[in-house]
Structure formats: C-alpha cells, structure tokens
C-alpha cells in the first residue's frame, strides 16, 4: 500500500510568480484536503476535494485554488505568490468526508523570494 | 467555530520522565480531538484521536490522552520519556459536520535530556 506523496519537495520561487504542487492520494482514498504550516505554526486548512469537487474551504483568497482528478490525485495551484506564501504545504487523504483518519504526506517546501 | 489552544510552545523533560502536553479547544458542538506528532521534514503523524466513546484514549507509542468535557481539556501524556519522543506536537479539533478539516493548535516542541 502506498502513501501519500507529494512533488517536488522543495520549491523556489519569486513574488508574483504561480506555482503548482501535487498530492497522490493513498491507495483507496478518495478525499484530499490541503494544508499551509507557515514556519513556527500548526497547519491551516486551505480546502478539500471529494470526488473531484470542493467540499469545504478555509480562509485563504481565490488565489489559492485547486483540482482534483479522477484517479483521487489533487493539485494546489497559487497566483500572485506573497512573500507570506513561504510555507510547507501539506497534503492529507482520507476515505469519505467523515471522520476518518487523515493520511498526510512529506509536504512540499515553498519558498517565495 | 472551533479552536485549540496549545500550552506551551516549549516543554523540556528528562529521559524517563512523565510527559505532559497541554491542549484545551472551543467547540459550538460536540468535537471529535486528535493528537498528531511531527518529525523533522516530515509530515504528521496521527497519535490518537477522541470520537466520542471512552473518555481516555491509547494511541501509539505509549500515549494516551484524556477527554474533559468539564475542563474543556485533552492533555497529552506518556508515563516515561523516550529520546525517540522528541517532535513536534499538535493538538487538533474537528467536527462531524461538513468537510471533516482539522483546526490545528500551534504545537509544542518536545525535547528530551538524556
């Protein structure tokens, strides 16, 4: 059974760039929810996707947007990256939207210039 | 809305030594409570989790944790400290409605002197 990944690990950008990170899902999963840990903090819920569609999002702007593709694999996607756009983002999945462990992955290191 | 409160950014305790870890949350209604650990560049790692049964809960690697509606509280113990033990620790809330996100405290640094 394979984990949850995500790509790249690390990531270098500049302010006002776009960025695109990805998560595969665990084996069987069919939720994934995406997370911001800016250094020091616990991580922030940005959104989540359920069989392809949104279901729930946190506090973060229309900038921040996502997919989710039939095979339950998602992408993060951030325009106009900030400077406070420096952050490990973490993805998790889980089966269904219940309270259902949540698997997370590695997370992927941005840093925003 | 939900919420946690973690004590304590930092908490220093000796080889074999009880673990203590505070975390209290604000929930409108009833809260499901989880405990995740997290290693240097690594993701999180679910301890335990409260979902409404027994009031104290065992997770891995000796912890457990106990649910206090009356104090609002979920402290994280362990009855002796393993050098393995140093992370990161989060405690975080979530509810049995809608999308089952996690609201997350800001953590607590655990260091173990050998």
């Known amino acids: 059974e394979t984990g949850v990944t995500q790509s790249p690990t690390h990531l270098i950008k500049t302010r006002g760039q776009q960025v695109t990170l990805r998560c595969s899902s665990q084996?069987?999963?069919?939720?994934v929810s995406w997370y911001q840990q800016a250094l020091g903090q616990g991580p922030q819920f940005i959104f989540q996707y359920y069989r392809e569609e949104e279901n729930g999002r946190g506090n973060f702007p229309p900038r921040f947007s996502g997919l989710q593709f039939p095979n339950y694999s998602s992408e993060l996607n951030v325009n106009a990256l900030e400077l406070d756009d420096s952050a490990l983002y973490l993805c998790a999945s889980s089966l269904g939207t219940g309270i259902n462990e949540q698997f997370f992955g590695p997370g992927t290191r941005l840093t925003v210039l | 809305a939900q919420s946690v409160t973690q004590l304590g950014s930092h908490v220093s305790v000796s080889e074999g030594a009880l673990v203590l870890l505070r975390c209290n949350y604000s929930?409108?209604?009833?809260?499901?409570l989880f405990w995740y650990v997290q290693y240097p560049n690594q993701g999180l790692q679910l301890l335990l989790k409260y979902t409404s049964a027994a009031t104290l809960v065992k997770g891995i690697n000796g912890f457990e944790a106990e649910f206090k509606k009356s104090e609002t509280s979920f402290h994280l113990t362990k009855p002796s400290a393993h050098m393995s033990d140093a992370a990161e620790y989060f405690c975080?809330?979530?509810?049995?409605?809608?999308?089952?996100?996690?609201?997350f405290g800001t953590g607590t640094r655990l260091t173990v002197i050998p």
């Open positions: 929930s409108s209604v009833p809260p499901y």
């Open positions: 975080a809330v979530s509810v049995r409605t809608g999308a089952n996100n996690l609201f």
């Open positions: 084996s069987g999963h069919n939720t």
